[in-house]
């Protein structure tokens, strides 16, 4: 299994509607994970992080599933403005490196 | 004023050529990053430096090499570019008891 791995989309989706993202991770070991949201051409920007079972913020919702080593985030009544990329991240800290390895993002499109 | 600035912005660059880019942070992080994107590839880590004195390598070092100036400052050289150098290159920052970055505002590097 690659390390990180996300559908890359495009999610076409209309205003308003329920989108979910999964991700799914390699290394059993790692403790927290996180949402990166990148506009296009823009640098990445945390959105979510994870830490137990899931964190919620109010229309964005990030689930945890340790046994099966994925991550979702779920996004309700979709805004324009959501339309972005979003990336799966998951730290790896040997040696207290406290590197990130970040998926390759999955494309949504909110329309009109 | 934005707390991780790069320069330049945008570079356009010629085969052999040597090129830096620069970052610097306000935020008084001691950890600071390199990265590069490229379609469908998401971000990979070029290098990494934890303060001043330490400075290691990541993912995809060859070709690149870098400087830590000072806690502030972290520069990102390519010796000798080469095409498929051609990227965006994103600069980060992090505090030593997080796994969240801060990244700047991105670097488009064309080498032709």
């Known amino acids: 299994r690659k390390e990180v791995e996300q559908d890359p989309g495009p999610f076409n989706v209309p205003e308003g509607a329920t989108v979910a993202f999964n991700c799914t991770y390699s290394?059993?070991?790692?403790?927290?994970f996180f949402w990166y949201r990148q506009d296009c051409r823009k640098e990445p920007k945390l959105l979510m992080s994870?830490?137990?079972s899931g964190n919620e913020d109010g229309r964005f919702t990030a689930q945890l599933n340790r046994a099966s080593q994925y991550i979702s985030l779920l996004i309700r009544d979709s805004k324009l403005s959501d339309s972005a990329t979003y990336l799966c991240v998951v730290p790896h800290s040997g040696a207290g490196s406290y590197q990130l390895t970040f998926g390759k993002g999955t494309k949504l499109s909110v329309i009109p | 004023d934005a707390d991780v600035t790069q320069t330049p912005r945008n570079r356009i660059t010629k085969t052999g050529k040597r090129i830096m880019l620069e970052c610097s942070q306000t935020?008084?992080?001691?950890?600071m990053y390199w990265y590069r994107q490229d379609p469908g590839l998401g971000l990979r880590l070029i290098y990494y430096s934890f303060d001043v004195k330490d400075i290691n390598k990541g993912e995809i070092s060859d070709g690149y090499s870098v400087s830590r100036q000072a806690q502030a400052k972290f520069s990102l050289s390519l010796e000798s570019a080469i095409p498929n150098q051609t990227a965006l290159y994103f600069c980060a920052t992090s505090d030593p008891l997080s796994y969240e970055q801060y990244f700047g505002p991105g670097t488009r590097l064309t080498v032709t």
């Open positions: 994870v830490y137990s």
């Open positions: 290394n059993s070991a790692s403790q927290s």
């Open positions: 935020k008084g992080h001691d950890r």
